[in-house]
C-alpha cells in the first residue's frame, strides 16, 4: 500500500503539506485537485521519495519510506511517477535510450527492453516521431515520452502529476486508455490535474487540497457536489456534475454515458 500519515513538508518557513493523511491503496484510481501552489507536485516528489518529509512519513507497504539508494531504488520499481515538468525526468537526447534507462538499471533482458519501449510508445502513440532528438520535440511529444518512460516499469503505482497538460484531445484520450489498461492489471493510479472532467471521470476517490491540507475526500460524485467547497478550493465542478445539480438530469461519470442515457430518454 501507497499513504501517507501525517506528513508535513516545508521548504522554508512556512508548511507546504500540513498533516496529510492519504490512502491510496484503497481505491484503483485516487484524483488529487487542488488551485495552483496547492502542494500536489510537492506531495508527489513527496511520494517518490525526491523529497523528505520533515514530519509524519509516506508509509510503503504499511513502513516508513527507506531513503537509502537501495530502498529508493526498490520503490521505484513499484512506484513509477510522471512528473508534472517532462524536462525533470528526461535525460537522453534519444528517445530509445531514455525509456529504456531504468530498465537496464534494474538488468532487464535487452529483448524485454526491446519489446516494453516498442509497446509503450505505441500506447502513448510516439512512434511516428521516435527517431527524432528529444531536444527538438513539442511539450506535448516531451510530455508522451514521459509516460512511456513510466509505463515500461510496469510498476504497482503510477503517479501522474498533470499528465494531460499540453496534450491534444487525442492524447487526452489515450491517456484515459492507458488508465485504464493499468487498472484492469490490477494497479493503482495517483493523478493530478486541473482538467476536473478528467479527474472525475477515471477517478474512484478524490482528495481535494487546499493550502496543503486536505478539504474533502471521498467518492467523485459527492465531494464535487458541494458547491461551497469546490469554490473555495477554487475549482469548478466538472460538467456532468452541473448538469446533474443545476438541471437534475441523471449524474453520469462519462460524456458518452450521459449522452446514451439522454437518447434513451428521447431528448434529441
Ligand atoms: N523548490 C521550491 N522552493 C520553495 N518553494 C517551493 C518550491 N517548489 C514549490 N514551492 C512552493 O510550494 C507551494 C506548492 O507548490 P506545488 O508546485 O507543490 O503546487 P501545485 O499544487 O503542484 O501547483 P500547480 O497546480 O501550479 O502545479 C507553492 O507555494 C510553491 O511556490
Ligand atoms: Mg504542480
Same mark, same amino acid.
Given at each position: 500500500?501507497?499513504?501517507?500519515?501525517?506528513?508535513?513538508?516545508?521548504?522554508?518557513?512556512?508548511?507546504?503539506?500540513?498533516?496529510?493523511? +492519504?490512502?491510496?491503496?484503497?481505491? $484503483?484510481? &485516487?484524483?488529487? @485537485?487542488?488551485?495552483?501552489?496547492?502542494? %500536489?507536485?510537492? +506531495?508527489?516528489? !513527496?511520494?517518490?521519495?525526491? =523529497?523528505?518529509?520533515?514530519?509524519?512519513? #509516506?508509509?510503503?507497504?504499511?513502513?516508513? =519510506?527507506?531513503?537509502?539508494?537501495?530502498?529508493? =531504488?526498490?520503490?521505484?520499481?513499484?512506484?513509477?511517477? @510522471?512528473?508534472?515538468?517532462?524536462?525533470?525526468?528526461?535525460?537522453?537526447?534519444?528517445?530509445?535510450?531514455?525509456?529504456?534507462?531504468?530498465?537496464? !538499471?534494474?538488468?532487464?533482458?535487452?529483448?524485454?527492453?526491446?519489446?516494453?519501449?516498442?509497446?509503450?510508445?505505441?500506447?502513448?502513440?510516439?512512434?511516428?516521431?521516435?527517431?527524432?532528438?528529444?531536444?527538438?520535440?513539442?511539450?506535448?511529444?516531451? %510530455?508522451?515520452?514521459?509516460?512511456?518512460?513510466?509505463?515500461?516499469?510496469?510498476?504497482?503505482?503510477?503517479?501522474?502529476?498533470?499528465? &494531460?497538460?499540453?496534450?491534444?484531445?487525442?492524447?487526452?484520450?489515450?491517456?484515459?486508455?492507458?488508465?485504464?489498461?493499468?487498472?484492469?492489471?490490477?494497479? *493503482? #493510479?495517483?493523478?493530478?490535474?486541473?482538467?476536473?472532467?478528467?479527474?472525475?471521470?477515471?477517478?474512484? $476517490?478524490?482528495?481535494?487540497?487546499?493550502?496543503?491540507?486536505? =478539504?474533502? $475526500?471521498?467518492?467523485?460524485?459527492?465531494?464535487?457536489?458541494?458547491?461551497?467547497?469546490?469554490?473555495?478550493?477554487?475549482?469548478?465542478?466538472?460538467?456532468? @456534475?452541473?448538469? *446533474?445539480?443545476?438541471?437534475?438530469?441523471?449524474?453520469? %461519470?462519462?460524456?458518452?454515458?450521459?449522452?446514451?442515457?439522454?437518447?434513451?430518454?428521447?431528448?434529441?
Amino acid at each position: 500500500m501507497l499513504a501517507t500519515h501525517d506528513l508535513w513538508f516545508r521548504y522554508q518557513d512556512e508548511p507546504t503539506l500540513k498533516g496529510l493523511m +492519504l490512502d491510496f491503496s484503497r481505491q $484503483a484510481v &485516487t484524483g488529487l @485537485v487542488g488551485a495552483n501552489g496547492c502542494g %500536489k507536485s510537492t +506531495l508527489f516528489m !513527496n511520494l517518490s521519495g525526491l =523529497l523528505r518529509p520533515q514530519q509524519g512519513a #509516506v508509509l510503503w507497504q504499511g513502513k516508513a =519510506l527507506d531513503y537509502s539508494k537501495r530502498g529508493l =531504488l526498490a520503490l521505484r520499481q513499484q512506484v513509477a511517477t @510522471v512528473f508534472q515538468d517532462p524536462d525533470q525526468q528526461i535525460f537522453y537526447t534519444d528517445i530509445d535510450s531514455d525509456i529504456a534507462f531504468s530498465l537496464r !538499471n534494474l538488468g532487464v533482458a535487452e529483448e524485454e527492453i526491446a519489446r516494453r519501449v516498442d509497446e509503450a510508445l505505441t500506447l502513448v502513440d510516439a512512434q511516428h516521431f521516435r527517431k527524432q532528438p528529444i531536444q527538438y520535440l513539442s511539450h506535448g511529444q516531451k %510530455k508522451r515520452v514521459a509516460i512511456a518512460g513510466a509505463l515500461v516499469l510496469q510498476a504497482r503505482y503510477l503517479l501522474l502529476d498533470e499528465p &494531460t497538460a499540453g496534450l491534444d484531445p487525442s492524447g487526452r484520450a489515450q491517456m484515459i486508455d492507458i488508465i485504464k489498461r493499468i487498472v484492469a492489471q490490477g494497479n *493503482h #493510479v495517483v493523478i493530478s490535474s486541473h482538467d476536473i472532467d478528467l479527474i472525475y471521470e477515471v477517478s474512484d $476517490a478524490v482528495y481535494v487540497l487546499h493550502r496543503g491540507e486536505v =478539504l474533502a $475526500a471521498g467518492a467523485p460524485g459527492e465531494v464535487f457536489a458541494q458547491r461551497e467547497l469546490i469554490e473555495h478550493a477554487g475549482l469548478s465542478a466538472p460538467w456532468l @456534475v452541473k448538469l *446533474h445539480a443545476e438541471l437534475g438530469l441523471p449524474l453520469c %461519470k462519462t460524456e458518452a454515458e450521459f449522452f446514451r442515457r439522454m437518447r434513451e430518454k428521447g431528448i434529441q
